[in-house]
């Protein structure tokens, strides 16, 4: 059942016999790391693929050393595997071809439809025109063959610096599209490369490589993002031109633009070098790995895809749906612990000194199939500091002198008394217990307004937990022209000595929890043995879900 364009198209296609079997590819150029729109991507490419039965090639247009890396070529591999598709053994890279895309370029240059241009970049974009007016042809554009074909070949020798020629398409000057107004298709680059060393001086650009790299692989259905929509005439010339072996198409939909977020690997890779995050995977990006390591599952990842789903206009998405969408899959996957952030000393003094009770409590009300845990209770405890206010005003139903409240899963207490510091700061609670509330309910039916966690003093464990915020302050970053400006210096808050209950002792590296009231959180790769490190995934409160009732 087709539920967008794209896939109406596929269906299309495939019912009117133009393809038997439905190719699509993934084409990310290896010079940083994979975001959320690219993940929109993957979804889109390698899902039309798996539903029609087809395949989803993953290529790396690897056309520009000098910006591409190794590294970023095995993280896209590890984002792609981890959202949980496969390409098998499609895997293919533009270098593969740079011998095929060469013989072609000279064919052009026999056709006469390719020449040899010595102009500078900046003359080159002098003589290019503007939106309403048209370009200059340059004074090379009537080369002979034989000069055409002689320079290209020394071009690729390696005889000439960088900058020196160029190969141009020719087209026409005059076109109203600048795309098509004598594009470049190669230049020279002494660049080492990553996977072809230094075999070659010259590399093809990514408009003249991409749709011959489709070409090759026999692509059906060539997605793009709507940028590239004034550069499908160049493809489709391309296409026609050269003695390519299939004729894809290619289709644009539009990319994914969330508010309070930047999509530009460009600008990412500058937030990297220049320090404001802790590296690609800083849980504060919008990378895939920083997603990932924040605690993201590929599930909330692929849903969040499905209901952005694919449109022919730009829009701007509410990142609180991205937010909701890992909610949702936690709630129903996430164990649950009692974790104290900002503790407060509880001393019950009508419990009995050096006794232990254990309390069994579910790991997931949503998952029964999840079992439950035992948590230790003693006399000394702790809460969070902002579930008990001294003076409280009519609406706080948490803790007070004098009020009582249910401990989740235990006990009754009260509030008896308050013990503070010189500076006159809150360090201590005195409270008493009811013997008979055990488990959490009362006997007479008593129930008190507020239910709170906690965690035994005696047993907690010690750990670190990360408070992520937005990185940006507002709903469009770039809006003022530095983005930078916008960067939020509260997105990250570090918690040094927060308590958990005994049972998190031991968790693995991206092991997921509900800390119940306070929010989600993942057990960041750099915890050790000795000391756990957790970040917060997402809070509790939903806004997409308010949003989503008016």
Known sequence: MATDFIREIVEEDLHAGRYSTVVTRFPPEPNGYLHIGHAKSICLNFGIANEYGGHCNLRFDDTNPTKEEAEYAEAIKRDVTWLGFSWGEHLYHASDYFEQLYRWAEDLIRAEKAYVDGLTADEIRAFRGTLTEAGKESPHRNRSVDENLDLFRRMRAGEFPDGTYVLRAKIDMASPNINMRDPVLYRIRHETHH????????????????????????????????????????????????????????????????????????????????????????????????????????????????????AKRENVIDVALLEFSVREDLNQIARRVMAVLEPLRVVIENYPEGET??????????????????????RVLYIERDDFMEEPPKKFFRLAPGREVRLRSSYFITCTGVSKDAGGNIVELRATYDPAT?????????????????????????????????????????????FFADLNPDSLKIIAD????????????????????????????ESTSERLVFNRTATLKDTWAKIAKN
């Open 195 to 310: 996977r072809t060393g230094d075999a070659w001086d010259i590399y093809p650009m990514y408009d003249y490589a991409h749709p011959l790299s489709d070409a090759i692989e026999s692509i059906t259905h060539s997605l793009c993002t709507l940028e590239f929509e004034d550069h499908r005439p160049l493809y489709d010339w391309l296409i026609e031109n050269v003695p390519v072996p299939a004729h894809p198409h290619q289709y644009e939909f539009a990319r994914l633009n969330l508010n309070y977020t930047v999509v530009s690997k460009r600008k990412l890779l500058r937030l990297v070098e220049d320090g404001h995050v802790r590296g690609w995977d800083d849980p504060r990006m919008p990378t895939i790995a920083g997603l990932r390591r924040r605690g993201y599952t590929p599930a909330s990842i692929r849903n969040f895809a499905d209901r952005v789903g694919v």
């Open 357 to 378: 009770e254990w309390f069994d409590t579910p790991n997931n009300p949503e998952d029964p199939s999840a079992g439950s845990r035992s948590v230790p209770f003693s």
């Open 498 to 525: 927060a308590k958990l209950e005994p049972s998190v002792r031991g968790a693995a590296a991206m092991m997921r929890f509900q800390f119940e009231r306070v929010g989600y959180f993942c057990v960041d790769p």
């Open 438 to 482: 055990r488990g959490g309910d009362a006997p007479d039916g008593r129930k008190p307004k507020a239910t709170l966690h906690w965690v035994s003093a005696e047993h907690a464990i010690d750990c670190e937990v990360r408070l992520y915020d937005r990185l940006f302050r507002s709903e469009n970053p770039e809006e003022s022209g530095d």
